[in-house]
């Protein structure tokens, strides 16, 4: 089977450890073209904690906040920062959150980590300004842009590289064990994450890339929806071409033997996968990857 190389096969490894935020139900049609009206997943929300050698401590994602959704009645009986608070690493110990893009349910509450580093992907800022509660309906939480260590990504520049079949990606900690990747379709900004977990293994956070892992299993003809989604939208992603490439690119990265992808909201790793305070580290031997 093909193994996956990162660019610098000689960096350093992070520990991985997932957080779930709780769950929501994500309706068949905002998914697949083909989805039924009357199925609805019951999907979890996961945020990921990243933690250095050098002791920098980075959160991929918040999930959401603990408040109500009608249309996807989440439940959230523990967010990112409760979750935290029941291992090893204290909320205050976060260096930086980083969010794959700017929706409620990867946001969570930015103000639970005044100290840190929110950082962004290319352009979020310019599609979600200036957020609410400056513009009253507006989905995107402005707390996140105006948190005082807000900080956007460039496009390019020192510290990007190509990855795999992935044009851009930026070596968070410039030592190649954590990369944030350049994952256009579903919003402005959207990136979702590459760690090295051990000296031939791998980690991909999927972030929103795609809703259901069906989009990425080998002979699949199920697509995307571009007619339903919420708030009326025509699907769930932005650009919906743009969308595709990138869940095919990811789909690639998944044949990889030495590669883990998890999505954002990947309900079939659940109870197969070791949840914080426990780390993924470790899972090609203790995990059967089909």
Known sequence: MLEFQGPDSSGSFVQVSILPTGWLYLPDTWIFADGKPSLKHWSPD?????RNPSGKNVLFDLGMRKLDYPTIAPHVPKDA????????VHPNDIHAVILSHLHFD????????PSAEVVVGSGSQAATTPGWPKAEFSPFDGTVLSHPNFRELPSSGPGFTSLGPFPSAYDYFGDGSFYLVDAPGHMAGHQIGLARTGENEWVVMGGDCCHHKDLLEPGNVRTISVKDGPNGQPGFHKDATAAVSSIAKLKLMREYSNVLTVLAHDASLQGKISMYPKALNGWTVRLNVE
Do not use: A, M, R
């Open 81 to 88: 920062y409760d979750l935290l608070l029941d291992g090893p």
């Open 106 to 113: 990867h946001t969570g509450d930015v103000t639970l980590f």
């Open 46 to 50: 996961f945020s990921f904690l990243i």
